[in-house]
């Protein structure tokens, strides 16, 4: 079995495939402080919960953004499951050609989503993933990976709203019974749904006016499914996208 690893700086996203079927998924918190003994032992918690043991692992993939836990995650791949894993970086073969000014620069999750898309979902694709940033991913029709935006996550503007007014309160991120909200709470709700649902359909058809009207979007990340159902200009909802692309691109090095 494959175990792929996404570590974002919100949360860290993890699952077994079985040949291209994907199994048993996690997604946990992304906490800095855990010693690499505490994410390990967690891990073989969840596989067990599951019917699985650490030595059914035959393969590593992790796609981080977040450097200190790459290494920490690579430890827990050696000392648990006596795997050497795949980290994902400038030197691995993704099958994307990257036309970013510095493809350095480039977060491996965007590489590897793009590698998804191209695999999975057919190009030209514009890639819509709502993490700690909500990021906008242009894949040409040629597969290549050109670019794209970076905006404030909704997770982040909610708590911006909380932290830096003296009266607005932490609200759930959730749908309102109305755009016009009539109390505060439905308010804020309303502003952070349905401005981002406004920022997707903008972008999406910026994207769309320089990469053709036939663009694929495929959205993904802990908020994709609330906003989706909100417009249409979302076409395919993929939660595990970046664990997709992760497979995709560990078969690729093992050939």
């Keep these: 079995m494959l175990l792929t690893i996404d570590i974002g700086n919100t949360n860290i996203t993890f699952g077994l495939y079985e040949g291209d079927v994907l199994g048993p998924r996690w997604r946990i918190r992304t906490i800095h402080e855990k010693m690499p003994d505490e994410y390990g032992i967690l891990m073989v918690q969840l596989f067990g919960h599951c019917g699985y043991a650490a030595g059914d692992v035959g393969g590593v993939a992790i796609a981080s953004v977040v450097p200190p836990l790459t290494q920490a995650f690579a430890e827990v791949s050696r000392k648990y499951l006596e795997q050497t894993p795949l980290i994902v970086d400038a030197g691995v073969r993704t099958g994307v050609p990257i036309r970013y000014d510095d493809p350095r620069q480039v977060g491996a999750d965007r ?3 793009a590698a998804a898309v191209r695999a999975l979902y057919g190009v030209p694709a514009c890639v ?10 242009a894949v040409s029709a040629e597969g290549h990976y050109l670019g794209g935006a970076i905006a ?29 909200g009539r109390n505060t709470p439905h308010a804020m709700q309303s502003g952070l749904l ?14 769309k006016r320089e990469l053709g009207a036939n663009t694929r979007v495929v959205a993904t990340g802990g908020m994709a499914e609330l906003i989706a159902v909100e417009t249409d200009a979302i076409d395919v909802v993929d939660p595990w996208l970046t664990l997709h692309g992760l497979r995709i691109v560990y078969e690729l090095n093992q050939e």
């Excluded at 819509?128 to 991913?137: A, I, N, Q, R, Y």
């Excluded at 503007?157 to 016009?180: D, H, Y």
């Excluded at 349905?194 to 994207?207: D, I, N, Q, T, W």
Aim: charged letters at 20%.
């Design 152 to 180: 404030p996550g909704i997770g982040i503007a909610a708590q911006a709203l909380f932290e830096r007014t003296a009266k607005l309160p932490r609200v759930e991120l959730t749908r309102p019974p109305s755009a016009i």
């Design 128 to 137: 819509v993933d709502f993490g700690t940033g909500t990021t906008f991913d």
């Design 194 to 207: 349905f401005g981002y649902v406004g920022l997707v359909e903008g972008m999406v058809a910026r994207f």
């Design 111 to 113: 590489v590897v989503d």
